[in-house]
């Protein structure tokens, strides 16, 4: 069955720091997409990232970076320079293929608590 | 705002008690999930619709869960004699048939239930 592991339960670092969180995924899948999700406290879930399974190109986007392997089936995500807004609980997610209806439903690591403290 | 809407945003109950969620996904989107979310853990898939046929049942969904979607549209998704273990955040997503190689599941601010 798909799991994502997120072994970090939570991470906390001073203002500044970069921090990395971690995502170690497995699937059956040959095709899949990976997924970071950002939970602030008002608990709405903020899509961060999408990555197909066939491009491994890592991602850069302002102060966010993505690490996809697929030898290690690893998709890390770095915070360069953190701020305290970063602050939040961040989700890793797998596509998993349904059986009926050609769509997908989003398999959730347990999700990684960021506090960044000023 | 056009985004994934939920009601209420926050449901307390007594054990036992019956409650309703609604949510109204975005315009034109024909595909539907619900996930509920317990307290430090990721979200888990609930169910699926595609326009009005429940497609999909997770084992998670016991006999005391129902979900609906009557015309395509909103969904409602009722607990019967609900208990402790059902307080949770439960999520609400849409996402539009292909298309697209991906069909991006947008989420909604949830149903925060808590069961006394």
């Known amino acids: 069955a798909q799991k994502v592991t997120q072994a970090q339960t939570e991470i906390s670092v001073v203002e500044k720091e970069d921090v990395t969180l971690d995502c170690v995924y497995e699937?059956?899948?040959?095709?899949?997409?990976l997924f970071w999700y950002k939970q602030p406290p008002s608990g709405e879930l903020v899509f961060l990232i999408r990555?197909?399974?066939?491009?491994?190109q890592n991602e850069i986007s302002g102060r966010y970076s993505w690490n996809f392997q697929k030898s290690t089936s690893s998709f890390n995500f770095t915070i360069t320079a953190s701020q305290v807004v970063d602050s939040a609980v961040y989700f890793c997610?797998?596509?998993?293929?349904?059986?009926?209806?050609?769509?997908?439903?989003?398999?959730f690591g347990k999700g990684t608590k960021l506090t960044v403290n000023p | 705002d056009t985004g994934v809407s939920q009601d209420p945003r926050h449901k307390i109950t007594k054990r036992g008690q019956n409650v309703t969620f609604r949510c109204d996904p975005i315009?034109?989107?024909?595909?539907l999930y619900w996930y509920r979310q317990t307290l430090g853990q990721g979200p888990e898939f609930l169910t699926y619709?595609?326009?009005?046929?429940?497609?999909?049942k997770s084992r998670l969904l016991s006999d005391r869960f129902s979900a609906e979607r009557p015309k395509g549209s909103f969904s409602t998704l009722e607990i019967q004699r609900t208990e402790q273990g059902d307080s949770a955040m439960y999520l609400c997503?849409?996402?539009?048939?292909?298309?697209?190689?991906?069909?991006?599941?947008?989420f909604g601010p949830g149903t925060r239930l808590t069961v006394l």
């Open positions: 997503a849409s996402s539009i048939v292909p298309g697209q190689a991906y069909n991006e599941q947008f």
């Open positions: 990555r197909n399974s066939f491009d491994e």
């Open positions: 699937t059956r899948d040959t095709t899949y997409y």
């Open positions: 315009s034109e989107h024909n595909r």
């Open positions: 619709f595609q326009n009005e046929a429940q497609l999909e």
């Open positions: 997610a797998l596509s998993e293929t349904l059986t009926q209806g050609g769509s997908e439903k989003l398999v």
